[in-house]
């Protein structure tokens, strides 16, 4: 019998058929920009063996968090990359996705085309396309910056200078595979971000132990800021740099935060939170808050705390009504 899931996405209200998406991935598949079942065979036969890696389990948690006759979205979990890593034999989402298909955990069988990627370290909202004419439309949008996209991510630092603005400059390759802000602006990466303190919230009663015991938890398993992005470019960890160089570094981000606080914490905090984009004259909206991060064992503060604060800075700076509404009837049906 199949089990219904009220998700927080609409085209007007959506109602999606979901199952408990567990993953059990153990035969070798190949990879490309799109997804199909018809080519199990064909992908059998490249031979490649993938696996999921210590560092990976939580890609048994994917699922679904919308489908329309167009469109179907995901909530990666962090840790997955978006194409198959042959380097260390690591699945991508990508992958992850056809597998959840050919094992039935994913009702729709047809094939999906990406339209936009998320970092390894980033979790949240991932979209693909049911046909190839809604995948360049889709890539049309995005292009066009007609896609409103909201993150959120916490910081164990505290705003030096500004609460909220713009990180404007061109992105330059440096060293470890990262990237540097710069001040030229021939193409340059374009961010608007706000923050919310979080020394109002709670300490666990059952951590405040530690805390006495332990000063250094302080530094990483306690977040002081929270911060929500709106994106006006795309380019490769653009939120994970301005949030560096703004001196509030992505709480647990193993090339842009303190060694220890990375090596310390299980996740990199960044999530896709809410996104918005008109489709042959309909409106997709989705708002997938990060519930892991209000029931996170390591996360040293109360989670309705936290989710209070989230709410409070989406309803005050976010621009586009259509997530508005959503993120209201999600405060009210969580009462």
């Avoid at 009220?6 to 799109?34: E, K, M, Q, W």
């Amino acid at each position: 019998m199949k089990k219904y899931l009220i998700c927080v996405c609409h085209i007007g209200l959506f109602v999606s058929s979901a199952r408990g998406f567990s993953l059990s991935v153990a035969s070798s598949l190949g990879f490309d920009s799109s997804t199909s079942v018809t080519n199990k065979k064909k992908n059998q036969d490249k031979g490649i063996a993938l696996k999921i890696s210590k560092s990976n389990q939580e890609i048994a948690n994917i699922r679904v968090i919308y489908e329309s006759e167009h469109i179907l979205a995901i909530d990666k979990p962090p840790h997955i990359p978006y194409h198959d890593d042959l380097s260390n034999g690591q699945k991508g989402v990508l992958s992850c996705v056809r597998q959840l298909q050919l094992n039935e955990e994913i009702e729709y069988q047809g094939r999906l085309y990406g339209v936009h990627r998320l970092d390894r370290v980033t979790s949240g909202i991932l979209l693909f396309a049911k046909s190839s004419n809604v995948a360049r439309d889709l890539s049309e949008s995005f292009k066009r910056k007609t896609v409103s996209k909201y993150y959120v991510a916490l910081s164990a630092q505290k705003p030096k200078k500004k609460k909220q603005g713009w990180v404007k400059g061109d992105m330059v390759p440096s060293r470890r595979k990262s990237w540097k802000l710069t001040d030229s602006f021939k193409n340059p990466a374009i961010t608007r971000f706000f923050t919310a303190g979080l020394g109002n919230c709670a300490i666990r009663i059952d951590d405040r132990q530690s805390l006495n015991e332990d000063s250094t938890v302080l530094s990483t398993s306690i977040p002081k800021t929270m911060i929500l992005y709106l994106p006006h470019t795309g380019k490769t960890h653009q939120l994970r740099v301005a949030s560096k160089s703004l001196g509030l570094p992505i709480l647990g981000d193993p090339i842009y935060s303190n060694s220890y606080d990375a090596k310390e914490m299980a996740r990199t905090y960044l999530h896709a939170l809410a996104l918005q984009v008109t489709l042959n004259g309909e409106s997709v909206t989705i708002y997938n808050p990060p519930t892991s991060w209000f029931e996170s064992e390591e996360l040293m503060i109360c989670g309705e705390d936290m989710k209070q604060v989230l709410f409070g800075l989406i309803t005050k700076h976010c621009e586009c009504s259509e997530i508005l509404s959503l993120v209201s009837n999600a405060a009210a049906e969580s009462l």
